[in-house]
């Protein structure tokens, strides 16, 4: 998917998944850099995340992920573990249309997009993260960060206004939920077990 977006032309969408319910997720490469960017800021580098719901066409963020995933967690919280080893497959590479083939036969009452949408735009937030992401960063590699925040939505770590004020706020996850994956914790662990954070 990484070389897919980098090979981008500029100004030009590039449909990534379509669902059964007509939702559409792309991705946009744009010649204009942001404003606040424009000083240091390689423009191709610079790509967007889409998502259109009937008329409705906007980019979502970070935070779109992180309610769906507390809504499904809610709803069904014997698949907590399920979906968070969905989640963690997915951001160490796995495509999302076959992860979510282990979920065939789950219900979701709750929550805001199909599990496809949510899972590929998992895929795409860590292939922005891995583009765009240029700063120092207490992560190695860098998209912990979001890892890190999918899996406290998952386990519940807090009420999801607060959580999602902390990630509003760019606080990093609290360290129980990326310590053993991040290269520059000396707890790495690369021999760690699936779910360690899990505590069990």
């Not at 942001?34 to 610079?46: E, T, W």
């Not at 069904?76 to 573990?81: M, T």
């Not at 997009?113 to 765009?132: D, Y």
Request: proline letters at 6%; one cysteine or more.
């Amino acid at each position: 998917m990484i070389q897919r977006v980098i090979n981008l032309p500029f100004e030009t969408y590039d449909v990534i998944l379509t669902d059964n319910e007509g939702v559409e997720l792309s991705v946009f490469r744009p010649t204009e850099v942001p404003r606040r960017l424009r000083q240091n800021y390689d423009p191709k580098k610079n790509f967007q995340i889409w998502l259109k719901e009937g008329s409705e066409h906007f980019r979502p963020n970070h935070l779109r992920l992180i309610i769906d995933l507390d809504l499904r967690v809610r709803s069904r919280p014997d698949l907590q573990r399920k979906l968070a080893q969905a989640f963690d497959d997915i951001f160490y590479g796995e495509d999302p249309d076959i992860v979510v083939e282990r979920f065939q036969e789950d219900i979701f009452e709750h929550k805001l997009n199909s599990l496809r949408v949510i899972a590929t735009m998992m895929q795409l937030f860590v292939v922005e993260q891995a583009i765009n992401y240029t700063s120092e960063s207490r992560f190695d590699p860098p998209t912990l960060f979001l890892l890190g925040w999918v899996r406290a939505a998952i386990c519940r770590y807090k009420e999801i206004d607060n959580l999602c004020m902390s990630i509003g706020r760019f606080q990093p996850p609290p360290s129980r939920f990326t310590e053993f994956d991040n290269k520059k914790n000396r707890k790495y662990n690369p021999n760690r077990l699936n779910l360690w954070y899990f505590g069990d």
